[in-house]
């Protein structure tokens, strides 16, 4: 089958479902399929050179041809609010340009970043579906729902003017998807409790690939070296944002809580709109017990999440509720417990209990993170054996792809 891609990002920028798409797109290509993807020029994350590249590179084959890549000219994103919001409705309206005009497209497929994508790739499909005098449906992955996740980050308020336009912009996308991929059980409750029909959404969890995703000995990792760490040390990691919604800043509260523990060392490996902020706290108060560092490459996840005696998940409460941590994958897959300052009864802390990966307590209570960390410590606890065998059966790479595929199918036939 022709499938149209429609993405607000695409490499080289990378977005948590960066790597995701990549899989997905091999799986289709091996599976027979050929892609059109429409994306804007790269700025995310891009060096002015890397941009400059990719201006004079509009269209791109890939994959032996199987890809197409067909890139616009879009604004630079930056950080303020009413500067991303013109450049997604300009991204919304060039990609519609350029997608319907395509012939011969079996199934139109998109995310759910940004929140105007599902209207967008609704409307494709809508539009190609009369041009063409034949059904083409709409498959759609939502990743995050919007509006919930800003009011869950204390972005907004309900009733607020944003939030009754993404309620409308939800509804749209939810009434015009043929299918919806949903990456949790929160969220397909989430969906149903919206009058979403059982029968549209399906579940697929955001999978890890193990080959690439593995433990790694700490005498073998590198990150010892390069971070001068003590590897006799009890070590704690953290690798991820800080933002409104993460509440990663409860990490140097505790931190800070335990600097007397001279065998306890934290490093923090972050990103996102507040970690500036969260870098000149450990610089002002001298906390001499953590490193903290830019995010690493992808293909540096191993290392990551293998180095610490325990891994640290966080969120603000509520938020927890409305969704699941993709890194609790690669955590798990690298057989490092999980000590999670999360929403208790949310999905994540199910599969900790179920799968004896790790413990989750309630969220922005830093005296009960603290003693969680020093029972792992004093205890020495391990749920090692289980974690990597829990992820081999449910969320493995081969596993997911193939519900993928098996979705379009569906798509396609029906």
Request: aromatic letters at 10%; a positive charge; one cysteine or more.
């Amino acid at each position: 089958m022709n499938i149209l891609f429609l993405d607000a990002y695409y490499e080289p920028e990378t977005i948590a479902y960066t790597h995701l798409e990549r899989d997905l797109i091999e799986g289709l290509i091996s599976d027979g399929h050929k892609i059109d993807i429409i994306c804007p020029i790269p700025t995310r994350g891009i060096d002015k050179k890397t941009r400059e590249k990719y201006k004079n590179k509009k269209l791109e084959k890939k994959y032996n041809g199987f890809v197409t890549v067909k890139r616009f000219m879009a604004p630079q994103e930056g950080k303020n609010p009413l500067g991303r919001a013109f450049r997604y409705f300009w991204c919304n309206f060039r990609t519609y340009q350029i997608a319907v005009k395509n012939k011969d497209i079996d199934i139109v497929f998109s995310n759910s970043t940004p929140p105007t994508q599902g209207a967008l790739s609704a409307l494709v499909a809508r539009k190609l579906s009369k041009k063409t005098g034949k059904k083409v449906p709409f498959l759609y992955n939502l990743q995050d729902i919007f509006p919930d996740s800003l009011v869950n980050s204390n972005l907004t308020h309900k009733d607020s003017i944003l939030w009754k336009i993404g309620r409308k912009l939800e509804g749209f996308t939810y009434r015009n998807a043929d299918k919806i991929i949903v990456i949790s059980k929160s969220f397909k409750k989430n969906l149903l409790a919206k009058g979403v029909s059982e029968k549209k959404v399906e579940i697929i969890s955001n999978w890890i690939d193990l080959e690439s995703v593995h433990p790694v000995e700490r005498k073998d990792n590198k990150l010892i070296d390069e971070f001068n760490l003590d590897p006799s040390k009890f070590l704690v990691v953290y690798a991820g944002n800080f933002g409104a919604s993460q509440g990663a800043d409860i990490i140097l509260k505790v931190a800070d809580q335990l600097k007397e523990y001279d065998d306890i060392q934290f490093l923090i490996l972050g990103g996102g709109a507040e970690f500036d902020k969260a870098k000149k706290t450990v610089a002002d108060n001298q906390m001499s017990n953590v490193i903290i560092h830019g995010l690493l490459p992808s293909n540096r996840i191993s290392e990551v999440y293998s180095l610490g005696n325990i891994a640290l998940i966080t969120c603000k409460k509520g938020v927890g509720k409305a969704g699941m941590p993709s890194k609790t994958w690669s955590i798990m897959a690298c057989n490092t417990p999980i000590v999670a300052s999360f929403d208790t009864g949310s999905e994540l802390d199910d599969i900790l209990s179920s799968a004896n990966a790790g413990i989750c307590i309630e969220p922005e209570n830093p005296e009960k993170l603290k003693d969680s960390i020093l029972d792992y410590k004093e205890k020495s606890c391990s749920n090692r054996s289980n974690a990597r065998n829990y992820v081999f059966e449910h969320v493995s790479k081969k596993v997911c792809v193939n519900k993928y595929l098996d979705m379009f199918k569906v798509c396609t036939k029906n």
